[in-house]
């Protein structure tokens, strides 16, 4: 299906790798790449669910947009253990114009892909989506 804004598609992979995340806890998270010549969002790293955050943080490109999501794992003050599925919009200050453009226009209609997203952060730098924000909005 594409996105008559962007034109992207969403490939099949991302919305299944998803369903894995969200019902399964098979994967702690997933990278998802828009592939200009193919016209369509594909899954470009997924890890494993003993990954931590900052490994995942150091899996986003400098240089590049990318969309993620992941699944954060912690404690309530009552010590009760809860999880919350992020959507992260990375479009570094650093990336192409054209490459920010085409991340901005197709991310609603793929979140809207991703049933199940519980809390959207959009960041253009590292401090944007440090895990004291993650952990800060997790509440």
């Known amino acids: ?9 969403v490939h099949d ?3 299944l790798k998803f369903m894995d995340l969200k019902a399964k806890r098979t994967h702690r998270f997933i990278i998802y790449k828009i592939e200009e010549k ?11 669910p003993a990954q931590t955050y900052d490994e995942f943080a150091a899996c986003l490109p400098e240089n590049e947009c990318r969309y993620a999501v992941f ?11 809860k999880s919350r599925i992020f959507f992260i919009a990375w479009s570094p200050d650093t990336a192409r114009v054209r490459n920010k453009m085409i ?3 197709s991310k609603d209609r793929f979140k809207r892909e991703l049933d199940g997203i519980q809390v ?11 895990l004291d924000v993650i952990q800060s909005r997790a509440n």
Not at 1 to 9: Q, V
Not at 71 to 81: A, I, K, R, S, W
Not at 120 to 130: F, K, N, Y
């Open 120 to 130: 959207e952060l959009q960041a253009t730098d590292a401090s944007e989506m440090g």
């Open 103 to 105: 991340y901005a226009s």
């Open 71 to 81: 699944d954060y794992d912690f404690l309530t003050p009552e010590g009760v253990q």
């Open 1 to 9: 299906m594409a996105n008559a804004a962007s034109g992207m598609a």
């Open 13 to 15: 992979e991302c919305k």
């Open 38 to 48: 193919q016209k369509q969002v594909m899954v470009e790293k997924v890890g494993e």
